[in-house]
C-alpha cells in the first residue's frame, strides 16, 4: 500500500511533497527522541543529587524548550515546501 502511494507520487512529479512530508517526520521523531533524552538524563541527574533538582529542573525546561522550537522551525518549512 504504501509502495503504491510512494509510486504515485514519484510518476506525478511531486517528488517535493513526498520529501517534504517524510522531513517533517523525521524532524518530529528526532525531536522527541532528543526530549525524551534530556528527561532521562534529568532524572538520572536528579536521582544522584537530589539537592539540585530545581537547577536540572530548569536546565531541562530550557533545553526542551528550544529543541520543541528549532524543531516547529523545521517542519513550518517541510509545510511550505509542500503547499509553495
Avoid at 517528488?15 to 512530508?21: D, E, F, P, Q
Avoid at 543529587?49 to 530548569?58: K, L, M, S, V
Amino acid at each position: 500500500m504504501l509502495l503504491l502511494v510512494l509510486l504515485q507520487a514519484v510518476v506525478k512529479a511531486e517528488i517535493y511533497r513526498l520529501g517534504a512530508t517524510i522531513s517533517a517526520g523525521i524532524i518530529a521523531f528526532a525531536a522527541s527522541f532528543g526530549i525524551s533524552k534530556i528527561g532521562t538524563q534529568a532524572i538520572n541527574a536528579t536521582a544522584r543529587q537530589p539537592e539540585a533538582a530545581n537547577d536540572i529542573r530548569t536546565t531541562m525546561i530550557v533545553s526542551a524548550a528550544l529543541i520543541e522550537g528549532v524543531s516547529l522551525f523545521g517542519v513550518i518549512v517541510c509545510l511550505m515546501a509542500f503547499f509553495f
